[in-house]
């Protein structure tokens, strides 16, 4: 098998949040004879996939050790690089056939420039787009990592920061912290997170945080995703219940999932990523992590939740096999809930949750290890859920909004998201479960954290280091 894994690739050390970090390696240039692409895939599958998989766009997520220009990888793959484990094919295949192969890796190398917005950076707050041009308005600035937000009745919004402050922002764009905030955890992907309000918060006043809660054990600080129920009283979270402890606690300091969303059926629904443990935690119902959770607006359990009389379950999943979602929302109509989870190096997701399934991580994906190599073959199996759509290369998803109303006359129905690695806004338009349309907007805004349709009708993104709310009023 062709070990091009060892040998034509290789990574600097890259951190467990590499997903949020910027490739911008560029991609060779294809010339010369071409053998027809049949002929090259038949090889590729014989010799190749078994070893780097069949998804052939998953090599646009990887750095090149010995160069990507189709010179070299005709030398790698004729000569070999015995010492890091590529033997030579120089017998086996023509040297047509070897530029062949190279050809379709380099053709399979999907989007390799799309996200290099450099030479289109806006210079000032308007940023065109194919079908509405947009201006920002400034709401919030200041704070290291805005998170999260939520809008209040009366036209002023919470937003979260996770370094650990909650912010009221006014009307007047005034920014006052809320005392009271649970101790978080505000290390690695780690702080205080979502916030939203109750669908009854006119009468019950109560709020909602997701948090890196931090216990000691055994002289170690260990951490989970946490969830508190409150209520603002002069500029003070107070009655504050903790409804949700995601265990069991772990040492990791990432995939904390943590988005939260109350569903049309009245019930809170959220995410808690798997901790960094692929290999036990999402495909096991016997804890909380890599999953997505269905509780009432107290925390107690649902009586038609999927696993309520499984007694070897968690009572409040709602779904398994998740990775780290960072995204969830309820789609305006339908009623459905919608999702996007961090893949690893590539494979990003968008999946419509359904009550008991299997959204197939690690056993299936789109993405590689953050080495380089694969971490599997397979990206469909049976009783696993496919994605409505992947990204490849990973933009880093964060923040998930149906464009609701009549300011976007030409995004209406459309989903946004944001991007942490890319620093831009994504909108995605689908029609009969499809993506038709997808659009690179606010190129090069900063990290999007969240984005929101507020009360007024307007889009609101977060924008974090540094820290930015902005409005996004139609220019045309």
């Excluded at 190749?48 to 160069?67: E, N």
């Excluded at 007694?311 to 995204?327: C, D, L, M, T, V």
Aim: glycine share 10%; aromatic share 10%; charged share 20%.
């Amino acid at each position: 098998m062709i070990k091009l894994l060892t040998c034509l690739l290789s990574f600097s050390m890259i951190s467990l949040a590499c997903s949020e970090m910027k490739n911008t390696s560029k991609q060779g240039t294809i010339t010369g004879n071409i053998v027809p692409d049949t002929a090259a895939a038949a090889n590729y599958a014989s010799y190749c996939a078994s070893c780097h998989g069949d998804k052939m766009d998953a090599f646009v997520d990887r750095q090149w050790k010995y160069g990507a220009s189709r010179e070299d990888l005709f030398k790698a793959i004729k000569l070999g690089y015995p010492d890091a484990g590529m033997p030579s094919y120089a017998a086996t295949f023509k040297d047509e056939e070897v530029y062949a192969l190279a050809d379709y890796i380099l053709n399979g190398i999907k989007n390799r420039e799309r996200y290099d917005f450099e030479k289109t950076a806006a210079k000032e707050n308007l940023f065109k787009s194919e079908q509405q041009n947009i201006v920002l308005d400034t709401i919030a600035r200041g704070a290291k990592s805005f998170w999260g937000m939520a809008f209040l009745p009366n036209g002023e919004m919470l937003v979260t920061s996770k370094t650990g402050a909650l912010y009221k922002i006014g009307i007047d764009k005034s920014m006052t912290p809320v005392k009271g905030v649970p101790e978080v955890n505000a290390d690695g992907q780690g702080g205080l997170m979502d916030v939203i309000l109750h669908p009854d918060y006119t009468s019950n006043g109560w709020i909602y945080l997701s948090y890196s809660a931090i216990k000691k054990e055994n002289n170690q600080s260990l951490t989970t995703t946490a969830i508190v129920r409150a209520i603002i009283k002069n500029n003070e979270l107070q009655d504050k219940i903790i409804i949700f402890e995601a265990l069991p606690y772990a040492r990791t300091r990432h995939h904390y999932g943590s988005r939260m969303v109350f569903g049309k059926d009245g019930m809170l629904y959220f995410s808690v990523g798997e901790r960094g443990n692929e290999k036990q935690n999402p495909q096991f119902t016997g804890n909380d992590l890599g999953k997505i959770h269905r509780i009432k607006d107290d925390g107690s359990i649902p009586a038609d939740n999927p696993f309520v009389n499984n007694k070897e379950a968690k009572a409040s999943i709602f779904s398994y096999g998740n990775r780290n979602p960072q995204g969830l929302t309820i789609h305006p109509v339908t009623g459905a809930l919608w999702s996007h989870e961090h893949g690893p190096r590539g494979g990003d997701e968008i999946n419509i949750i359904e009550a008991g399934k299997n959204y197939g991580w690690p056993a299936i994906s789109y993405g590689i290890n953050y080495n380089g190599t694969v971490l599997t073959e397979k990206t469909a199996l049976p009783g696993m859920e496919q994605p409505l759509h992947y990204w490849i290369p990973s933009i880093a998803p964060s923040g998930m909004a149906f464009v609701t109303g009549n300011k976007y006359k030409n995004w209406q129905g459309d989903v946004m998201v944001g991007s942490l690695r890319f620093n831009y806004l994504n909108r995605c338009a689908f029609k009969d479960g499809k993506l038709v349309k997808e659009e690179l907007l606010l190129k090069n805004v900063g990290r999007v954290r969240d984005v929101k349709m507020g009360n007024d009708g307007y889009l609101y993104v977060a924008v974090e280091n540094p820290g930015f709310i902005f409005r996004l009023l139609p220019a045309n």
